[in-house]
């Protein structure tokens, strides 16, 4: 019974598929993982390969203030249909993090659609980002459009694909040495 337990799939491994996009915007090894409920929602999330996590850099602030007139933690949902949520494109930054070391990473949103909440919970506790990437550290929520629904994850990479990629930057690196 015990090992049952240990085998069962998590929350995000039941009920969401992880879609990648790796090397955002030619930036090395800055993956972007991208949790997509049967629902139509979509989780931005760091990939397990990012810097930050890889590196075990200490996240020193997050900032979802993009520029002098726009900040996500100026977005406001309502009703059914999420009236109201700003509309990001696939190269849209949804925040900056900025790192003790000084080295400052921006996270994209990766698909279209419209942005439903940001996680303000990482403003307060940035360890979230390192400790739980997947589910309480997430970036943001967006909503793509219904009609787009089913095509936000071609320009992606499935799982299988991502780890190829992992593997192949680590057998370089193994061989630059």
Known sequence: MEEVRERAPSVIDRYYTRWYKTDMKGRSCEDHCILQHSNRICIITLAESHPILQQGRKIKSIDYRISDGCSRLNNKVSGKSKRGGQFLTEFAPLCRITCTDGTEYTVFSC??????????????????????????GYIAVILPKLEESKTVTKDLLAREQYEDIVSKRSTQAQESL
């Open 111 to 136: 698909i279209r659609g419209r942005l439903l909440e940001v996680n303000e919970d990482i403003l307060k506790r940035p360890d979230l980002l390192l400790e739980k990437p997947s589910t309480d």
